[in-house]
């Protein structure tokens, strides 16, 4: 049974003869039951789990847009609000995604035990974390159509959408979704309390968060944050938002896009390894 | 390969032809974590229908084994098939033939009762009207159809309990597996709870159960193991196991601070051969007396009022192969 090939080895619960790659098996249809779980606890609060998402983000872009762009002058043709559109959008993106697989993920992993609970059933450990990272990804979708339509109801008024492209943002926003859900599971199989997750906060997120190119434009900047920039997947979805919702399709549109789908997939497969290798010792 | 499919392809019987394959066989079973060996290579045979009960005390290595059944854990070494099929390789389909009351209640608390059974139900992939329609047949099972719209925080103990048991059954198992199933409840919850799964061993589910309630054990199952130090120290029904390790009466003595080990000298030269002492706390128990060694031990203590005369049970059988009498 060893001699078998190294493609196959020891996985979730099974050993020899069970296909893997780099020791994490392909996630199957249970991975759907788990979202469709999260789905059910979703829409038990679904009014205000709406009202939630329509109401932070016009606060948001009404305090940003018109009173500190009052004071903001980036040398643009363009009204602050209209740059500060499309950031805002990517921010409570992430903000949806990180919050739902940050908290929500280790509240299921560590105090619910919910994964224990489901992996009694066939699903496997590589199931609950995929099924993981769609949820966050959706989370981070609602959020993004939920923004989307504040913004086609502002505008009239000021202005921010200026193609039909912009619809194609929802797309993006479920890749973005699962590079940042990914990036947050890869993260819980190693925290072991709740203050961890602050950490993470603290350290990943909001550098992530405040040096992405949402509220000012990086290439103001000297050009060594450029760079850091570029390593930062928010600048690449904030670059990505601005050139849909102004219809300005550039090479460099598609470079980023590349960009996401590729670091993305990796991310996926990290996420899956880690949480597996906290729940099957 | 489906699930469905690996079951049809599972042997249909034992190789030696017999029609009744057994659900669960482990040969040499091992686990490890790093260098701690929590069990060490143990056999196990449990027949179709068979209420097998594993018993041991705390860290005995009853958790990882089941653990093992359950496909959550990679066996370490050895073998172990369950209802012919192989743990290190059809784990899903293992797992689809499994219900399994785990020792904590991980319900989903943010799922009413319902809602806990029907998501659960999506996991075997058992259609929407389906599950629901098992589902009212479980909640009257376990007496909480009235609760169906519940919250999870809403349930007593025994209720909740109840419910994990409603939930292991939604894939119509044939094998329940119960990790501690009564800990915790009071009197009637537990009566309860037996009442079921002795309704659920006569529809032919195989049940593998471990508790510390040796009074469950005895009561429920037909054959049990006991576990110390990752190794099973006994096994056979629980009457043959009381016979062969506790015998007849027990005299049970009350000890005063200190005085245990006088004692224990004291009454060597009265008792028969053959009769043993262990120390439980502050008991003394004396096995395997006869009517005259008795009356001879009681008088020795001289204080009638502390001690007493009853049978024998598997808590007996229990302290004296684990030896936690003597060191604890």
Partial sequence: MVSMTARRSRVAGAGWGVRTWLGVALPDRRTIAVVRRHVDVYRELLFINLMLAVAEPTLALLVMGLALGQFVDLGLDAEYIVF??????????????????????????????????????????????????VWG???????????????AVLTPAWGLIASPLVILIIPVAFLMGLLFAALVIAYIGYARTIHHLMYYFTIVINPIFWFSGAFFPLDQLPGWAQTLGWFNPLTHVVDIFRALSAGDLTWAVAGDVLWLAVVTPPLCWLAIWSLRRRLIR | MTVEQTIAQAPAGRPDGGADPPMIVGRGLRKRYGDFEAVAGIDLHVARGEFFGMLGPNGAGKTSTIAMITCVLPVSGGELHVAGLDVQRDDRAIKALLGVVPQNNNLDPDLGVLANLIAYARFYGIPGREARRRADELLELVQLSDRAGAAIDELSGGMTRRLVLARALMNEPRILVLDEPTTGLDPQARHLVWTKLQQLRERGVTMLLTTHYMEEAERLCDRIVIMDRGAIIAEGRPRDLIERHAGGPVLQIRTLDGEGGRLREALAGPLADGARIETVGDLLYIYGLDEAAGRRAVDVIGDPYRTSTRHANLEDVFLRLTGRGLQE
Avoid: N
């Fill in chain 1, 137 to 151: 990804a959706l989370r981070g979708t609602i959020s993004v159509a939920a923004v989307l339509m504040v913004l």
């Fill in chain 1, 84 to 133: 500060v559109a499309p950031g805002v959008v990517a921010m409570f993106a992430m903000f949806s995604t990180v919050g739902e697989s940050l908290w929500g993920g280790y509240l299921r992993l560590a105090q619910q035990d919910l994964f224990g609970a489901m992996l009694a059933t066939p699903a496997r450990a590589e199931d609950i974390a995929a099924g993981e990272i």
